[in-house]
């Protein structure tokens, strides 16, 4: 099965020009070599409407999976999880936990971040890291379980 992937960027800063948005080209680098398709690329601030507005655009246009990236720390304006959660079917925790986990291997501060992977509609969303390596990174953490997760959310329930 062909994934379909959507990548946003959550940065303030980023969005308003201050800097280059370096997470969404490295996510993107990544998801095409697992072979993914790259339907779609926003950069959007850190307000939960924006982000809400960018995931549901990015599954109109048939994204499987949307990446994020940015939002996820413990800072004022870091509402990526929340903003994901209100939309939410369910949340998947364990891959924030497995994100988490391994990241303490890298750096103690993997401790403060908040990702997670949840169900909207049919998708599957998964918030990363705003700093591109700690993304990167947390993606191949969890790659294993993307392909049979995205298939099973793809399939037409059937009536009995």
Request: aromatic share 4%.
């Amino acid at each position: 099965m062909q994934i379909a992937v959507g990548i946003i960027t959550i940065s303030d800063r980023a969005s308003r020009g201050l800097y280059d948005d370096l997470g969404g080209p490295a996510l993107k680098q990544a998801a095409m070599g697992y072979g993914w398709s790259v339907l779609a690329e926003a950069l959007v601030p850190d307000e939960v409407r924006e982000i809400q507005r960018a995931i549901r655009e990015q599954i109109n246009r048939g994204c499987h999976l949307i990446l994020t990236t940015g939002g996820t720390g413990v800072a004022l304006r870091d509402v990526t999880p929340e903003a994901v959660r209100a939309i939410a079917v369910r949340e998947l925790p364990g891959f924030g936990e497995i994100m988490r986990s391994e990241s303490m291997k890298i750096t103690r501060n993997a401790i403060l971040s908040r990702n997670l992977a949840a169900v909207v509609d049919q998708s599957l969303v998964i918030c990363l890291p705003g700093k591109p390596s700690g993304a990167v990174e947390c993606l191949g953490f969890v790659v294993g379980a993307i392909p049979h997760c995205v298939e099973v959310l793809r399939e037409v329930p059937t009536s009995c």
